[in-house]
Nanobody, 113 residues
Framework: VQLVESGGGLAQPGGSLRLSCTASGIIFSIVDMAWYRQGPGKQRELVAE???????NYADSVKGRFTISRDSAKNKVYLQMDKLEPDDTAVYYCNTVPSRVTWGQGTRVTVSS
């Protein structure tokens, strides 16, 4: 089982980024998947979850701005991030819910003007 995140980078406030996660060896039909993030000096937190019954749940801080989706055929999970704010600056990771897989390297998102 392996998690590989990509798509991060530098964005201006109000901008957008789309993150991708390739989750090798995970059967999406039996586990919930999520995006987590860890900002500078902060604990890792769950920001968006996609459940096995196709529901999406979001942390209040990203609700209305972020959209999680998945492609089971490709074993990928995506995070569309719009209206980015400086507080979204973090390293973003994907994992199961609860997190049972060894964490990947993450992808760094920096929101700054």
């Amino acid at each position: 089982v392996q998690l590989v995140e990509s798509g991060g980078g530098l964005a201006q406030p109000g901008g957008s980024l789309r993150l991708s996660c390739t989750a090798s060896g995970i059967i999406f039909s039996i586990v919930d998947m999520a995006w987590y993030r860890q900002g500078p000096g902060k604990q890792r937190e769950l920001v968006a979850e996609f459940t096995t019954d196709n529901h999406a749940n979001y942390a209040d801080s990203v609700k209305g701005r972020f959209t999680i989706s998945r492609d089971s055929a490709k074993n990928k999970v995506y995070l569309q991030m719009d209206k980015l704010e400086p507080d979204d600056t973090a390293v973003y990771y994907c994992n199961t819910v609860p997190s049972r897989v060894t964490w990947g390297q993450g992808t760094r998102v920096t929101v700054s003007s």
